[in-house]
């Protein structure tokens, strides 16, 4: 099954979370959304930030890997990782997905 997964991120860190993920072989493709306005409280404190939005396509079987890489490259000391599993998918495109995904283990 394919997931989608969201993250929100710094501009500043976008591209190299985007690139590792695909070079990595953890997701198909990570489309990157910018100018996301983030509202939240943080620590006690109301913050609004601009972010980018990460929409990241990987399959079940590398999303655990994905969800461990990502958290450790993320700067966040809580980053957002929320997967959502795809229900109605192209046939070709999942497979296009899981052939970029393959793990070699």
């Known amino acids: 099954m394919l997931r989608v997964v969201l993250c ?8 190299r979370l ?7 072989g953890l997701a198909a493709c990570v489309n990157v959304v910018s100018g996301v ?3 939240y409280v943080w620590e006690g404190e109301s913050c609004r ?3 980018d939005t990460l929409l990241i ?4 079987e590398r ?3 994905l969800k461990e890489w990502l958290d450790e490259a993320h700067a966040y ?3 957002e990782i929320v997967a959502l599993e795809a229900t109605d998918v192209l046939d ?3 497979d296009w997905t899981v052939e970029q995904t393959q793990s070699d283990t």
């Open 92 to 94: 070709s495109y999942l």
């Open 57 to 60: 396509k990987t399959t079940d």
């Open 8 to 15: 929100n991120c710094s501009p500043d860190e976008s591209e």
């Open 63 to 65: 999303y655990d890997d």
């Open 49 to 51: 930030d601009e972010e």
């Open 37 to 39: 306005q983030s509202y």
């Open 18 to 24: 985007a690139r590792g993920l695909v070079d990595e």
């Open 77 to 79: 000391d809580v980053p």
